[in-house]
């Protein structure tokens, strides 16, 4: 019997002959596929290869396979934790000191007072000998003191009153504040605490609550009237995201070195200026972090020696005996052991 099947797309008709199928089903040359699904059976197919038997080695490398993937997960899920928990740090930083500089500079709550004399301050003229360094870090007395009265009528100031209670109120909240610190175009703008160690502070905020990225704090071995210091001393942490003393980094770059942005350091004493002089990398434990000195001219050998290993150099500096070094010291974020340092030089005060 003829079959007539139409084509697709086409008005023509093609008649095919079952003869003609039933020999293309029995000829396996004509069409191999049809042939066989008409023709083979299971024992023309054959038996299954045999599953082939896993070697010791085999087994090896398909666990250290498994293990491999298993690692990689688990260093996945680390990185992944490791970073939310530092930007809930970051974050949690923002938050504490976000809103902590702008009050301690708002004067306009002075604005009834008036600048006015008051009686000079009581304060010790300038010993006649070299003083003893050492006595006079370890608290021993006022031997060591310049003369931060000679020559100078104090006077009402409503800048200074204004940090000197400010600075009081975060006293009462934390006997371990020693001040604030604010550099010039950056964002440098912290209270500092002094503790009895320099280990506490670094995941602890400037109100002793727990916080990794930490407070702005004084080396434990400084004394807390900041006169007293012949080398003051701050630490804190280089922060990817720009905060604490990340923005220290920026004297590393020469134009912002030569363009006399100030460092203002404020206490109970006094508002403190300083000019930075010396910048570079060091290792944690070289001597650029030295409190005790034996003689006037050890100490100014010692600024002199800072002042030699720094990438750039002022054109017109010199260090006297009367002078007060500041320095900034924060880790570069590379080798554990390496940290950046950055020395000032006191140019100016506000008591």
């Known amino acids: 019997m003829n079959k007539t099947i139409k084509r697709s797309g086409s008005g023509e008709a093609a008649v095919i002959d079952d003869a003609f199928v039933e020999n293309l089903r029995n000829d396996p040359d004509s069409d191999p596929f049809l042939y066989s699904l008409e023709n083979l059976t299971q024992d023309d197919l054959g038996a ?42 970051y974050r949690q930083a923002e938050d504490l000191y976000q809103n902590l500089s702008s009050s301690m500079f708002d004067t306009s709550i002075l604005s009834g007072f008036e600048d006015s004399a008051y009686p000079p301050l009581a304060l010790p003229a300038k010993p006649s000998k070299p003083a003893d360094f050492l006595t006079a870090l370890n608290r021993g007395g006022d031997s060591a003191l310049i003369d931060f009265g000679g020559g100078y009528t104090p006077r009402y100031n409503k800048r200074v009153e204004l940090m000197k209670s400010m600075i009081n109120t975060l006293i009462i909240k934390n006997s371990d504040t020693f ?10 703008d912290y209270p500092i605490v002094l503790g009895e160690d320099n280990d506490f502070y670094l995941d602890h905020a400037y109100d002793r609550s727990s916080l990794p990225a930490g407070a702005i704090f004084a080396d434990y071995r400084c004394s807390r009237t900041l006169t007293e210091n012949f080398h003051l001393i701050l630490y804190g942490h280089n922060m990817k995201n720009g905060l604490m003393f990340n923005g220290a980094t920026k004297y590393l770059n020469e134009d912002f070195f030569f363009a006399d942005n100030l460092i203002e350091v404020s206490t109970p004493d006094g508002i403190f200026t300083y000019k930075v002089f010396s910048v570079y990398e060091a290792r944690y434990d070289d001597d650029y972090i030295r409190v005790g000195f034996g003689s006037w001219n050890e100490f100014i050998e010692y600024v002199k020696g800072l002042e030699a290993r720094s990438m750039y150099h002022l054109p017109d500096f010199e260090v006297k005996e009367d002078d007060r070094l500041l320095t900034l010291s924060t880790c570069t974020n590379g080798a554990w052991t390496q940290r950046y340092a950055i020395h000032a030089i006191l140019t100016s005060y506000e008591l």
């Open 48 to 89: 299954p290869p045999e599953k082939k038997k896993r070697s010791f080695s085999d087994i090896i490398y398909e666990g250290a396979r498994k293990l491999l993937l298993l690692i990689c997960a688990g260093v996945f899920i680390y990185s992944m934790v490791t970073v939310a928990k530092s930007l809930i740090a």
């Open 179 to 188: 001040g604030w610190i604010k550099a010039e175009e950056t964002v440098i």
